[in-house]
């Protein structure tokens, strides 16, 4: 199919002696240059990607590894000294990263389950006939097009601890006002709740995209048989669903892994610190307080290089657990 | 890191600023003149800034145009130091992207003098520039050890104690700023027992003072030592005056004197606009913030009385990189920008205080008044204090550590009731995590 292109030009004009042996060499040099071009512009074409990602992505991966490995301050960049493997093995006895560790864990945890079972739930409502679906469906998608930082500073007032307005609505409920901001678990949900409010509208999107490639006779069968429509989402929805789950989960905690914008702005005060405590500093907040308020480019980069490792590992577990899913489940 | 800077007068006019700054970086490939160069035949200059300096609002950039025909001047912001800060070192180690004169904040000019030396022009030999106009420890935070200035002071942050009239009426205690000041004159201490008769007869729902935080700094802001010795060396840990700082603090904390906040939070905002503490030490910066946030209500209710000691918080300097293609112009420009007389216009315009006590007995100085605050004297109240800030000795980390005692310890202590003592540890500990010691 491919060399269409080269046969329409080959017709060669009847014509004799040396103008067909020229239109002979011309054809041969065109087809070499067609089959160049075939093997060679799909290169071509993906190589902006590429050396864009070797400049921005793979440089400073290399330059971030190599710095790791030196004592170097942002008050003088170009001055480093080698230090080896010291600012990796001083992060294990670094209480601050470890906390920082563990933060990021349990807000990844608290913010990527309920948001995805909320966009699994709320994906379902927007799969049936609704009147004015178009406007559902951009509506749940408005959170993840706000800039965190506006989001962020909503919720902080949301949040507030003298006239927040969920506190003044426990206080209608006749509970005691809380103080979000200074408490261990009370920041960590309140900074899980900006991340939830934006991505699960997002990820409810993706959900429905693929809930509308579910073929409809599964339903009508199930139904058939006596299904409910919620017997119909655990037996027919969610299995069909399974492959974008994983999609979902895996995405989501690479995010969660890296979240820094919310608990940043989520203390208006003093930025990089995560509370008085450090109550909900994550890694992504740790690695910018190290370098950019402490200065230590060469700590900073060792924690770059911690979450990138830390990823790799979630990642395999990811790959491994999906591999039982589909692999177990998929080829029926 | 906000708190301890001019980071936080952000205005509506910085917006432009920023916005020509993005202009310039787009059209650095072209002609447009951002960059230090001659186009149509003049020199320009550029001057790196954070938040609002107000010296394009104030005119002045126009003024010196008009007096050096020659010489165009183009302003760059960014507004937040936190952001600013990390990006004029990254540009000075690299020794490219930099402004002819950039702007430094005073708890950073002591790692800058001691660590960019070599990378600034001497501005004490600057043609123009008067040493002795300037107060003399606002001079010495920019002088290094081989005697060399390397910038030179624009704005200070002395301090004095705003204070709202109509709460003070209602707790029994006088009104008259006058008055008011000879509560607590000379005595952190006596500040601590004001506050003990406030609450005895407090309106309710208000607090005598915003949060502890702000009387550390406030306390510390008004001692020679605190967190480095006389050599340079970090001393915080033992100092004295700190230690005493943070236990008149926790002190507040613990009478219940605070309204628990934390400074320059949305939360501490609502606090001006609902009146919800009697009290805020403030540096001169502060005044218009107040009334940003106090709004109409808070007029005339708001008046100024002298700080029980005089102390400094805040403040910043002019240097310029030796890498400038006209470093001699961008000199001079620096040494006209922070001479007394447009200090003086500045504070007129914008209210930042002259560090240039030449400027004091200026009439604008002198006789400024300030109409939201009934009419409070301002000039004379806050040349008072600058005149009398000790020679206070700045380190290279005074930033870090001050930001960690109070937002990692003081405010623990302020908010969720830790001992002074474990709020003191985790400090310390975030303190020396944050030294690389």
């Given at each position: 199919m491919?060399?269409?292109?080269?046969?329409?030009?080959?017709?060669?004009?009847?014509?004799?002696?040396?103008a067909?042996?020229?239109?002979?060499?011309?054809r041969?040099?065109?087809?070499?240059?067609?089959?160049?071009?075939?093997?060679?512009?799909p290169y071509?074409?993906?190589?902006?990607?590429?050396?864009?990602f070797a400049?921005f992505?793979l440089?400073?991966l290399?330059y971030?590894?190599?710095?790791?490995?030196?004592r170097?301050?942002?008050?003088a960049?170009?001055?480093?000294?080698?230090v080896?493997?010291r600012?990796?093995?001083?992060?294990l006895d670094?209480?601050?990263f470890?906390n920082?560790?563990?933060?990021?864990v349990?807000i990844?945890?608290?913010?990527?389950?309920?948001?995805l079972?909320?966009?699994?739930?709320l994906?379902?409502?927007?799969?049936?006939?609704l009147?004015g679906?178009?406007?559902?469906r951009?509506?749940v998608?408005?959170?993840?097009?706000?800039?965190?930082?506006?989001a962020?500073?909503?919720?902080?007032l949301?949040f507030?601890?003298?006239?927040?307005?969920?506190?003044?609505?426990l206080?209608?409920a006749?509970?005691?006002?809380?103080d979000w901001?200074?408490?261990?678990?009370?920041s960590?949900?309140a900074?899980?709740t900006?991340?939830v409010?934006r991505?699960?509208?997002y990820?409810?999107?993706?959900?429905l995209a693929?809930?509308?490639?579910?073929p409809?006779?599964?339903?009508?069968?199930?139904a058939l048989d006596?299904?409910?429509r919620?017997?119909?989402f655990?037996?027919?929805?969610v299995?069909?669903?399974?492959?974008?789950?994983?999609?979902?989960c895996?995405?989501?905690?690479?995010?969660?892994?890296?979240?820094f914008?919310?608990?940043?702005?989520?203390?208006?005060?003093a930025g990089?610190?995560?509370?008085?405590n450090?109550?909900?500093?994550?890694?992504g907040?740790y690695?910018?307080?190290?370098?950019?308020?402490?200065?230590h480019?060469g700590?900073a980069?060792?924690i770059?290089?911690?979450?990138?490792?830390?990823?790799?590992?979630v990642g395999?577990?990811n790959?491994?657990?999906?591999?039982r899913?589909?692999?177990?489940g998929g080829?029926r | 890191?906000?708190r301890?800077g001019k980071?936080?007068?952000?205005s509506r006019?910085?917006?432009?600023?920023?916005a020509?700054g993005?202009?310039?970086?787009?059209g650095?490939?072209?002609?447009?003149?951002?960059?230090s160069g001659?186009?149509?035949?003049?020199?320009?200059?550029?001057?790196?800034?954070?938040?609002?300096f107000?010296?394009?609002?104030?005119?002045l950039?126009?003024?010196?145009?008009t007096?050096?025909?020659?010489?165009a001047?183009?302003?760059?912001?960014?507004?937040?130091n936190?952001n600013?800060?990390?990006?004029?070192?990254t540009h000075?180690?690299?020794?490219?992207?930099?402004?002819?004169v950039?702007?430094?904040e005073?708890?950073?000019i002591?790692e800058?003098?001691?660590?960019?030396?070599?990378?600034?022009?001497?501005?004490g030999?600057?043609?123009?520039?008067?040493r002795?106009?300037?107060?003399?420890?606002?001079?010495?935070?920019?002088?290094?050890?081989?005697?060399r200035?390397?910038?030179?002071?624009?704005d200070?942050?002395?301090?004095?104690?705003?204070y709202r009239?109509?709460?003070?009426?209602r707790a029994?205690l006088p009104?008259?700023?006058?008055?008011?000041?000879r509560?607590?004159?000379g005595?952190?201490?006596?500040?601590?027992?004001?506050?003990?008769r406030?609450?005895a007869?407090?309106?309710r729902?208000t607090?005598?003072?915003?949060?502890?935080s702000g009387?550390?700094?406030?306390v510390t802001?008004?001692e020679?030592?605190?967190?480095y010795?006389?050599r340079?060396?970090?001393?915080?840990?033992?100092?004295t005056t700190?230690?005493?700082?943070?236990r008149?603090?926790?002190?507040?904390?613990?009478?219940?004197?605070?309204a628990k906040l934390?400074?320059?939070?949305?939360?501490?905002?609502?606090?001006?606009?609902?009146?919800?503490?009697?009290?805020v030490?403030?540096?001169a910066w502060m005044l218009?913030?107040?009334?940003d946030?106090?709004g109409a209500?808070?007029?005339?209710?708001?008046?100024?009385?002298?700080?029980p000691?005089?102390?400094n918080?805040?403040?910043?300097?002019l240097v310029?990189?030796?890498?400038?293609?006209?470093?001699?112009?961008?000199?001079a420009?620096a040494a006209?920008?922070?001479?007394?007389a447009?200090?003086a216009?500045?504070?007129a315009?914008?209210?930042?205080?002259p560090?240039?006590?030449?400027?004091?007995a200026?009439p604008?100085v002198?006789g400024?008044?300030?109409?939201y605050f009934?009419d409070?004297?301002?000039?004379?109240i806050?040349?008072?204090?600058?005149?009398?800030?000790?020679?206070?000795?700045?380190g290279?980390?005074?930033l870090?550590?001050?930001?960690?005692l109070?937002d990692?310890?003081?405010?623990?202590v302020?908010?969720?009731?830790t001992?002074p003592?474990?709020?003191?540890?985790a400090a310390?500990?975030a303190?020396d995590?944050?030294?690389d010691?």
């Open positions: 491919a060399p269409v292109a080269g046969e329409v030009s080959v017709a060669a004009p009847p014509g004799a002696g040396y067909s042996l020229r239109d002979e060499r011309r041969a040099r065109r087809s070499r240059r067609h089959r160049r071009d075939l093997r060679w512009s071509v074409f993906v190589a902006p990607f590429f050396t864009f400049v992505g440089f400073p290399l971030t590894g190599w710095a790791a490995l030196h170097v301050e942002l008050t960049p170009g001055r480093r000294e080698w080896g493997l600012n990796f093995s001083r992060l670094d209480d601050f470890w920082a560790l563990a933060n990021t349990t990844g945890l608290l913010s990527t389950v309920p948001q079972l909320i966009a699994l739930g994906a379902h409502l927007l799969d049936h006939r009147r679906s178009a406007f559902f951009v509506a998608l408005t959170p993840y097009a706000t800039s965190v930082a506006a962020t500073l909503v919720f902080v949301l507030g601890r003298d006239h927040g307005l969920i506190n003044w609505a206080g209608l006749g509970l005691d006002a809380v901001q200074n408490g261990d678990w009370t960590r949900i900074v899980s900006i991340v409010w991505w699960t509208g990820n409810a999107l993706i959900y693929a809930m509308q490639s579910v409809g006779d599964l339903y009508e069968s199930a006596g299904a409910s919620w017997q119909q655990v037996h027919v929805t299995p069909s669903l399974r492959p974008t789950i994983l999609f979902t895996v995405v989501s905690t690479i995010g969660a892994t890296q979240l914008g919310e608990p940043l702005l989520f203390n208006g005060g990089a610190t995560g509370g008085v450090h109550q909900y500093q994550t890694l907040l690695l910018y307080e190290q370098g950019w308020v402490n200065l480019l700590r980069s060792a770059a290089w911690a979450m990138f490792l830390i990823l790799l590992v395999a577990v790959w491994l657990v999906a591999r899913l589909t692999g177990g080829e | 890191m906000r301890l980071g936080i007068r952000i006019t910085s917006r432009r600023a920023a020509l993005i202009t310039c970086v787009l650095a490939g072209a002609a447009a003149g951002c960059g001659a186009s149509d035949g003049r020199t320009t200059l550029t001057v790196g800034v954070f938040g609002s107000g010296f394009e609002e104030a005119g950039y126009e003024r010196y145009m007096l050096h025909p020659d010489i001047v183009r302003q760059t912001s960014i507004q937040r936190e600013y800060y990390p990006q004029l070192l000075l180690g690299s020794g490219s992207g930099l402004a002819d950039q702007a430094v005073v708890s950073n002591a800058v003098t001691a660590t960019q030396a070599g990378k600034l022009v001497d501005l030999a600057t043609p123009g520039v008067d002795g106009a300037f107060l003399p420890w606002k001079w010495a935070q920019a002088t290094d050890r081989d005697g200035t390397l910038g030179l002071g624009t200070i942050g002395p301090q004095a104690i705003c009239k109509d709460l003070f009426a029994g009104t008259d700023r006058a008055a008011v000041g509560l607590w004159a005595d952190w201490g006596k500040y601590l027992a004001a506050g003990k406030y609450r007869k407090a309106p729902g607090a005598f003072v915003d949060s502890a009387v550390m700094a406030a802001g008004s020679r030592y605190r967190f010795d006389r340079g060396k970090v001393v915080y840990r033992t100092s700190v230690r005493n700082a943070w008149t603090a926790a002190r507040f904390a613990a009478s219940g004197l605070t934390q400074q320059f939070t949305p939360a501490w905002d609502q606090g001006f606009a609902n009146a919800s503490f009697a009290t030490s403030c540096p218009g913030y107040i009334q946030k106090a209500a808070g007029r005339d209710r708001w008046d100024v009385a002298a700080a000691r005089p102390g918080w805040g403040g910043s300097f310029v990189p030796r890498t400038g293609r006209h470093t001699k112009e961008a000199a420009l006209w920008l922070t001479a007394p447009q200090q216009t500045l504070f315009e914008r209210g930042s205080f560090s240039a006590r030449a400027a004091y200026l604008v002198s400024a008044r300030h109409p009934g409070a004297p301002i000039g004379r806050f040349a008072d204090a600058a005149r009398n800030v000790p020679v206070q000795i700045v290279p980390k005074d870090l550590i001050a930001q960690n109070s990692v310890g003081m405010l623990q302020d908010q969720k009731g001992s003592d474990d709020g003191w540890e310390v500990k303190i995590n944050a030294l010691l």
